[in-house]
């Protein structure tokens, strides 16, 4: 039988945990990572394309029939955002402070990519068990397929969502039913429609969080995003958006306080 969702995932920033980068200066790791998932019912995955051509013929002069929401100027970027926001789909991020991050934890290659990719596998894990009653068809598992990324294992990483579901620590709370990790694939960003609206969304959160050139975060694709963010009874910061580590633990500008507090 069918999956009844699918999960696109993308990334902003890198996982590098050294030498961040300094506003003005070139070169450096970003200073934050975001991973982003936009979960649709796999019965409307097809129409991602129209939605995408739909941004694009808003752009007459762009010549690419594909997004890279970095490469857009502001008001692409915020119509883009505008724009996705009016779509039948759910947004969930996990936006991850590397500058706060205790040396020597994440030794291994792609140990901290795996890591935060956990959080965001459960709150898609949590959105599709919620969504269920109201997606009758398909089997009620979601299909994940990522953004496809130099340097990283994909059949690692379904054994590292295998691991965490043999384990018996308490504080792993995927909900494994409607999991598929065999079904786990990855695509190139410029041929898949879909995953272009992911990086709308991560790229959306990224540019609230990470400084650019002149120091200055921009929150407003991300306040633009806010209708389609996973929330529960009205809490976006535990589902939908989840700042890594914890709030109080990180020295945050006025922009970047002002993007968490659309989401209280």
């Not at 039948?88 to 991020?93: D, N």
Request: glycine share 6%; proline share 4%.
């Amino acid at each position: 039988m069918a999956h009844s969702f699918v999960a696109l995932i993308d990334e902003s920033g890198d996982d590098g945990l050294g030498r961040f980068r300094v506003p003005g200066q070139q070169g450096g790791s970003s200073n934050w990572l975001t991973i982003s998932a936009c979960v649709v019912r796999q019965s409307r995955e097809f129409e991602m394309v129209a939605w995408r051509d739909e941004i694009l013929n808003l752009m007459p002069r762009k010549s690419r029939r594909s997004i890279h929401f970095a490469r857009l100027n502001h008001g692409q970027k915020l119509m883009a955002a505008q724009r996705l926001a009016t779509k039948p789909i759910r947004a969930v991020s996990i936006v991850a402070n590397k500058q706060v991050v205790l040396p020597g934890i994440y030794n291994e290659k792609n140990q901290f990519y795996f890591y935060m990719t956990r959080y965001l596998i459960e709150r898609i894990s949590w959105l599709c068990r919620d969504m269920r009653p109201h997606v009758p068809e398909g089997d009620g598992r979601v299909k994940i397929v990522f953004s496809r990324r130099g340097g990283m294992s994909y059949p690692d990483f379904r054994e590292y969502l295998l691991r965490l579901k043999r384990s018996a620590d308490e504080e792993i709370k995927i909900h494994w039913p409607v999991i598929d990790i065999d079904a786990i694939d990855a695509k190139d960003h410029s041929t898949s429609a879909s995953l272009q609206l992911a990086d709308t969304i991560a790229s959306s959160f990224a540019s609230a969080f990470e400084p650019d050139t002149y120091g200055n975060c921009e929150p407003r694709y991300a306040e633009a995003l806010k209708r389609i963010v996973y929330e529960r009874h009205g809490n976006y910061l535990s589902y939908g958006l989840k700042l890594v580590p914890r709030i109080e633990d990180m020295q945050l500008t006025n922009d970047q306080r002002r993007c968490i507090d659309m989401f209280r």
